[in-house]
T-cell receptor, first 112, second 110 residues
Framework: EAGVVQSPRYKIIEKKQPVAFWCNPI?????LYWYLQNLGQGPELLIR????????DSQLPKDRFSAERLKGVDSTLKIQPAELGDSAVYLC??????????FGPGTRLTVL | GQQLNQSPQSMFIQEGEDVSMNCTSS?????WLWYKQDPGEGPVLLIA?????ELTSNGRLTAQFGITRKDSFLNISASIPSDVGIYFC??????????FGKGTRLSVIA
């Protein structure tokens, strides 16, 4: 069974530029999560989808971050414009229940 | 909000030694999960616990859901070099989002 797929694995951009990350969850997993992981920290939830509906986006900075999961399968997370402090690893996870989440390899973003 | 304290922050051990790490919560949890993260990869689920007092093993790993429901422990027996990585605890109560600890960085000296 294929795991959670994320792309790109690495992204380097200049500040004020836009950036987008893509995630394809494990087949059959209705719940999809985007997490932010800063260096030396655990993952922090940005947004959770149940199928195509965002059911928890309270931690998503909505002034510059947006996400979509139009057909309830793959998802895109966008930052526009990026700031220096956005440099981090962006992890996608999926689950078929609220408990056991399976993570992708992450996208490491560097904002210069 | 909920907070998790994970300790120790880092450990240096000799190959073959046993390892213990723990996590405490400021509130009661009904789920505890333990993950391992290798450099450049996402966290991988090791053990899931759903019941107070539950003790679950996965090979050389054993985790326990504390009786108070505010803590959990992970033990690794007879450590080997591939155990190197960062171990995260995560927990939740009810339908709240999963909360992660800051991780325990394990280094194994051969």
């Amino acid at each position: 069974e294929a795991g959670v797929v994320q792309s790109p694995r690495y992204k380097i951009i200049e500040k004020k530029q836009p950036v987008a990350f893509w995630c394809n969850p494990i087949s059959g997993h209705n719940t999809l999560y985007w997490y932010l992981q800063n260096l030396g920290q655990g993952p922090e939830l940005l947004i959770r989808y149940e199928n195509e509906e965002a059911v928890d986006d309270s931690q998503l900075p909505k002034d510059r971050f947006s996400a979509e999961r139009l057909k309830g399968v793959d998802s895109t997370l966008k930052i526009q414009p990026a700031e220096l402090g956005d440099s981090a690893v962006y992890l996608c996870a999926s689950s078929s229940s609220l408990n056991e989440q399976f993570f992708g390899p992450g996208t490491r973003l560097t904002v210069l | 909000g909920q907070q998790l304290n994970q300790s120790p922050q880092s450990m240096f051990i000799q190959e073959g030694e046993d390892v213990s790490m723990n996590c405490t919560s400021s509130s009661i949890f009904n789920t505890w999960l333990w993950y391992k993260q290798d450099p450049g990869e996402g966290p991988v689920l090791l053990i899931a616990l759903y019941k107070a007092g539950e003790l679950t093993s996965n090979g050389r790993l054993t985790a326990q859901f504390g009786i108070t429901r505010k803590d959990s422990f992970l033990n690794i027996s007879a450590s080997i070099p591939s155990d190197v990585g960062i171990y995260f605890c995560a927990g939740r109560s009810g339908n709240t989002p999963l909360v992660f600890g800051k991780g325990t960085r394990l280094s194994v000296i051969a």
